[in-house]
């Protein structure tokens, strides 16, 4: 399975963005699909999930309300909406994949990454 995750960029704080991942390979619609992201000097941290057919979602607090992730397994893709943005959401994105039966925060169980893309939320 390849990532391919798109729709960064630099933006002001209480902005959207809508992030896309791309799967190409194999059909990922029995995969969990999750978003993570990493800011300058700090660890890759858990952001939502979500399982194959769309019926789990899971948030980090920090997100709750103001992201959404969503699927289309017709397409191979999952998105990540974000609004209100902040500048402490500002961090490079990434898109990860697995056979998970649940919606996993622990990216060490994803076999599968995307390349990431970086958003830059100003104030």
């Known amino acids: 399975v390849q990532l391919q995750a798109s729709g960064g960029g630099l933006v002001q704080a209480g902005d959207s963005l809508r992030l896309s991942c791309a799967a190409s390979g194999r059909t990922v619609s029995s995969y969990a699909m999750g978003w993570f992201r990493q800011a300058p000097g700090k660890e890759r941290e858990f952001v939502a999930a979500?399982?194959?057919?769309?019926?789990?979602?899971f948030y980090a607090d920090s997100v709750k309300g103001r992201f959404f992730i969503s699927r289309d397994n017709a397409k191979n893709t999952v998105d990540l909406q974000m609004n209100s943005l902040k500048p402490e959401d500002t961090a490079v994105y990434y898109c990860?994949?697995?056979?998970?039966?649940?919606?996993?925060?622990?990216?060490?169980?994803?076999?599968?990454w995307g390349q990431g893309t970086q958003v830059t939320v100003s104030s």
């Open positions: 990860a994949a697995d056979r998970l039966p649940i919606p996993v925060t622990n990216q060490y169980e994803y076999g599968y």
């Open positions: 979500i399982t194959g057919r769309g019926g789990s979602i």
